[in-house]
């Protein structure tokens, strides 16, 4: 063999050898348990990302898997605005109706923001306006079921969706708009926290500590966009009392007990609320807070990426969602604040979570699948051109991940229409 093409074929293997280590090397790291956990060191709140909710919410994750289809965020809802059960409070057939149900305005405003979709944003608007429709003089929802809770769950993400508008790039477009809402939002603040009505309800929340972050968020997040500090301290209460209830091993307990889906719904609560405080004299506690519970809940994922619901004290089928359903693991809820917190952090950890449990409930949802893999094939890449080798070696590497994402995934890009 002419020696001149036997060197060049020993480089080029001598490439495509390291370019396969590398491919394996990061593959191996990004989809195995191996990766180092946050909890093996501690936990510095200097680590905190400056984002804002608007590029929280837009991080690759949230956007792709989580917002990938905006209309579904309201697909649920009547012409007239009411969503979910409350249609049927709104078509006169029951006397029984939710606040609550009316917060999911927030997904579609957001969905909409970040693809661009007005249709989905004039929704979330729609939903808002027909839950402040109901509201009464003293700034109340009554007769809503369980007024407390369920006013504070919709004013929070009305709260979050306003000031997430703020800080998108069309933020100049929703002023009067948001505007609009504010003196409703500080009405039902206000009602919150009066002295018969904040005393009732808290004593009805304590036994879930979950309620703690939501008071808190509704609260602060309504105090910010009305420059109120006394919601501000109201929902600095509600956290100090959140913060004394968890337990050493991460648990926010639910009833005397743990729930792998719940721990999860406060986290998320909690997240929103230090995104927008995190100079106060609590985002130190509340951040490790939160990781401290994410640590908790990673022990409840199975190797095929399920939610174990073992031990529950609520999402185990002793609870009755408000659409007469057994309660169950929110595993939407559960990837969202994995996602979130790892933008957050700039942990990818967290990520690998939320993909893993993707993987396993939304398995039969091409459209998700796919955009996940495209998400993975990016990872990698960016993983690949991060390591000190050759940029020969990068190349292969890279070209050997496209052969593995052409035959080894199920799902593809290329089968999509």
């Known amino acids: 063999m002419n020696l001149r093409i036997s060197y060049k074929l020993k480089n080029s293997i001598n490439i495509l050898s390291q370019g396969a280590t590398l491919i394996a090397t990061v593959t191996v790291a990004f989809f195995s348990n191996s990766l180092t956990a946050p909890g093996a060191f501690a936990f510095s709140f200097t680590q905190l990302s400056e984002k804002t909710g608007f590029e929280h919410e837009s991080t690759d994750l949230i956007a792709s898997i989580l917002y990938a289809r905006p209309s579904s965020t309201y697909s649920h809802m009547a012409t007239s605005g009411a969503n979910r059960v409350n249609q049927n409070y709104a078509n006169g057939t029951t006397s029984t109706w939710y606040i609550e149900e009316q917060r999911f305005g927030a997904n579609a405003i957001i969905s909409g923001l970040i693809h661009n979709d007005q249709k989905a944003i004039d929704a979330g608007f729609q939903m808002f306006d027909w839950g402040f429709s109901q509201q009464q003089n003293d700034g109340s929802f009554l007769p809503t079921n369980d007024p407390f809770h369920s006013t504070s769950m919709f004013l929070g993400s009305a709260a979050y969706s306003l000031l997430t508008l703020q800080e998108s790039p069309n ?199 796919s955009n996940l893999e495209y998400l993975s094939l990016l990872d990698l890449e960016i993983s690949i051109e991060t390591q000190d080798v050759p940029e020969s070696s990068q190349i292969a590497g890279i070209i050997l991940l496209f052969l593995v994402y052409l035959f080894a995934f199920p799902y593809s890009h290329r089968s999509l229409s």
């Open 171 to 369: 933020a100049e477009l929703y002023t009067d708009i948001i505007q609009n809402y504010v003196p409703k939002l500080h009405s039902a603040g206000r009602w919150l926290i009066r002295k018969d009505i904040w005393d009732l309800g808290m004593s009805n929340n304590s036994p879930y500590t979950h309620r703690n972050y939501t008071v808190a968020t509704a609260l602060g997040l309504t105090g910010k966009l009305t420059g109120d500090q006394i919601l501000i301290n109201y929902a600095n209460q509600s956290i100090t009392q959140g913060l004394n209830k968890q337990w050493s091993n991460g648990v926010n307990p639910e009833k005397d007990g743990y729930d792998s889906s719940y721990q999860m719904a406060g986290a998320l609560q909690a997240m929103r609320w230090l995104n927008h405080f995190d100079e106060d004299s609590l985002a130190s506690s509340v951040a490790t807070m939160i990781n401290n519970a994410l640590i908790w809940e990673e022990s409840k994922i199975l190797l095929s990426g399920e939610v174990s619901t073992q031990g529950n004290t609520r999402t185990n089928g002793t609870e009755i969602t408000r659409t007469g359903q057994s309660k169950s693991i929110n595993q939407r809820e559960i990837i969202y604040g994995f996602s979130y917190w790892s933008s957050i952090t700039g942990d990818a950890y967290w990520r690998k979570h939320a993909s893993d449990i993707t993987r396993y409930y939304y398995s039969d949802d091409l459209l998700v699948m």
